[in-house]
């Protein structure tokens, strides 16, 4: 079974950073892609960022590039979001999630199978 757990959100006034966890338990965490979105009330999700499996390749949203960095640790089974610069657009849910094997579309949130519940992350202005 395989499990993410979200951490690390909170409420940070404009300007300031975070960083978000995913921890991962079950399968083979080392091989999969893993996944940023986020979602704010009354918007669709969104794409974040996304690692591949190596941590080699990164890929990220248009609003976040330059302000927002992925990373994973292989031997934590954990991947990070560091978040900076954070603006009050920035507010959502944050959501890690695994992309299947066969998903070629990293950016698409029907391509990841397995999801986290979810942190709140408040940027106030």
């Known amino acids: 079974q395989v499990q993410l757990v979200e951490s690390g959100g909170g409420l940070v006034q404009a300007g300031g950073s975070l960083r978000l966890s995913c921890a991962a338990s079950?399968?083979?965490?080392?091989?999969?892609?893993m996944g940023w979105f986020r979602q704010a009330p009354g918007k669709e999700r969104e794409f974040v960022a996304a690692?591949?499996?190596?941590?080699?390749?990164?890929y990220y949203g248009d609003s976040v590039k330059g302000r927002f960095t992925i990373s994973r640790d292989n031997i934590k089974n954990t991947v990070y979001l560091q978040m900076n610069s954070l603006e009050s657009e920035d507010t959502a849910v944050y959501s890690c999630?695994?992309?299947?094997?066969?998903?070629?579309?990293?950016?698409?949130?029907?391509?990841?199978?397995?999801w986290g519940q979810g942190t709140q992350v408040t940027v106030s202005s």
């Open positions: 999630a695994r992309k299947s094997l066969n998903s070629a579309n990293y950016g698409a949130s029907t391509s990841y199978d397995y």
């Open positions: 079950g399968g083979s965490f080392r091989i999969y892609t």
């Open positions: 690692i591949s499996g190596s941590g080699r390749n990164t």
